[in-house]
C-alpha cells in the first residue's frame, strides 16, 4: 500500500482488535467491521478506529491485530477537496485517504481526528487521532 499513515507520536500502547485473515499494511487506517473487530477502509464514510500498528499477513493464523486508537499521523489527503483548515476534523475519502468533515456529513464515528496543519494540495498532512 503506497498510502499507509505514518505513526509520528502515541499516546497509549495499541489495543487488540478481532480481524479476518485479509493482509494489511502497517499504517492501514481502520474501520470498524464488526463487533470489536476492524477491516480496511474503503469508502466515504467509514466508521473509523484507528492505524493497524503492524503488518498483518493473510493466512499467518493471527485472528487479533494491534490499532493505535490515538496519536498523532501523516496521512494522505484527497486531492479533489478543498482546502483542510487547521483544526478542521476529517475523515475517510476513501481507502487510507482524508477529507475535511464537513457539516454534511454524519457524526456517528466517521471522524478520524484533527488536523494538526493546513493543506491545500495532495500531499500527507499531520492529524491528531482520538474521539
Known amino acids: 500500500m ?32 464488526g463487533a470489536r473487530s476492524v477491516g480496511p477502509t474503503s469508502t466515504d464514510g ?24 490515538d496519536g498523532i499521523f501523516d496521512v494522505q489527503c484527497d486531492h479533489t477537496i478543498p482546502a483542510i483548515a487547521l483544526g478542521s476534523q476529517v475523515g475517510m475519502s476513501g481507502a487510507n485517504v482524508i477529507k475535511i468533515f464537513t457539516a454534511g456529513d454524519s457524526e456517528d464515528g466517521t471522524t478520524l481526528g ?18
Open 114 to 131: 484533527n488536523a494538526l496543519e493546513a493543506n491545500t494540495a495532495e500531499g500527507y498532512m499531520q492529524v491528531m487521532l482520538g474521539k
Open 46 to 69: 467509514d466508521v473509523c478506529i484507528g492505524v493497524l500498528a503492524r503488518e498483518k499477513i493473510a493466512g499467518d493464523g493471527r485472528t487479533q491485530v494491534a490499532v493505535f486508537v
Open 2 to 33: 503506497a498510502n499507509e499513515a505514518i505513526l509520528r507520536t502515541r499516546f497509549s500502547d495499541p489495543i487488540n482488535f478481532g480481524c479476518t485473515e485479509t493482509a494489511m499494511e502497517k499504517g492501514t487506517i481502520l474501520k470498524l467491521s
